[in-house]
């Protein structure tokens, strides 16, 4: 309903789709966890997995997402199904392929999959990639690699390659023909 609403708002300038970005078409199944009965949507996953820092994660969020009076604290996880497009397929579709000049993907350990699931759009119109993980992801840093990519930091309002792991919160992928700024 907010999508919808911020297009309306803003003359259609804006569109959405309600899909997830994928490799290849397909149905996705999202983990979502709740605590307490509430729906913990920012931490989406599409992974099965539960590492132990996201637990302790989820379990100090029952502080915030507390239980009713005298019940225990209750966590589960909510599968949720979407449908799942190549980026490649959508800009397509809608005809947008020459007006992408940067991706920003926050998919939750999804985005090699994703990554190569735009690989014609990467390849063609070299767009700047914003990743969360930053360069920390190896299949994420073999999709960029092999494009043509390198890893920067933004350092003080200025983009600096780093080839070692990198600890930042988010990693810019450039392409050496796009190092125009």
Known sequence: AELAYLKNI??????????AA??????????????????????????????????DHLAGLASTYRAKEGEPDRFQVIVHKVPGLP?????????????????????????????RGAAKL???QLPMVMIEEANRNPGVVEVMRAHGYDHYELREGKFVMVNEYSWANDGYWLHPQRLDF
Do not use: W
């Open 87 to 115: 980026i490649d397929t959508i800009v397509e579709q809608r005809n947008i392929a020459d007006q992408v000049a940067a991706i920003k993907m926050d998919v939750e350990g999804h985005e090699a999959p994703a990554l």
């Open 122 to 124: 990467i390849s063609r």
């Open 10 to 19: 803003e003359d259609g300038k804006y569109d959405f789709l309600q899909v």
């Open 22 to 55: 994928a490799e290849t078409p397909c149905e996705l199944e999202f983990y979502i966890p709740a605590v307490n009965g509430v729906a913990v949507t920012g931490l989406n996953s599409t992974g099965g997995s539960l590492v132990e820092y996201f637990a």
